[in-house]
């Protein structure tokens, strides 16, 4: 488990599992085969070119972001693995709460002044489940509770 670590420990990254990832990257990799099938097979009758090859590599390389794509907790803060990346300091941090939307279970960080930041991982739902979601909010709670100041946990 590479979320198993303490405040003390390494920084933690959450991402992405593979059941989250799954779908979309097995449904990346069937638009490939049909669309090189379509041009190798059929003379692109069904609209298979370098065109729409293009548009799957571009589709392979999203599915490759989503082992990107997550949060690091570390001493100084939280590390956004997303695009822009985005740090937040453990003293900016207000609360860490977890919000139910259509039955998929996200963090979001309050911070700064009036901001909310949902975090792409840890998430858990039907259709990806996350048998760890708990146990990672939890650690995340451990980091902020053991690096921000003495003045905000007061």
Request: glycine share 12%; proline share 4%.
């Amino acid at each position: 488990m590479r979320f198993g670590a303490g405040p003390a420990g390494k920084p933690v990254k959450f991402g992405l599992t593979w059941s989250q990832r799954r779908a979309f990257a097995l449904s990346v990799l069937g638009f490939q085969a049909m669309v090189w099938g379509d041009v190798l097979l059929n003379e692109g009758r069904y609209g298979g070119s370098w065109r729409t090859a293009l548009v799957g590599v571009g589709l392979l390389g999203m599915a490759a972001a989503t082992w990107w794509i997550g949060t690091s907790a570390t001493r100084r803060g939280l590390v956004i693995h997303a695009l822009p990346s985005m740090m937040i300091p453990w003293d900016d941090v207000h609360e860490i709460e977890v919000e139910m939307s259509l039955g998929i279970s996200t963090v979001v960080v309050h911070h700064g002044k009036s901001r909310r930041t949902r975090l792409a991982a840890p998430t858990t739902g039907p259709l990806g489940r996350d048998e760890h979601f708990q146990e990672k909010v939890r650690v995340l709670r451990t980091f902020w509770a053991a690096n921000r100041t003495r003045e905000q946990a007061a």
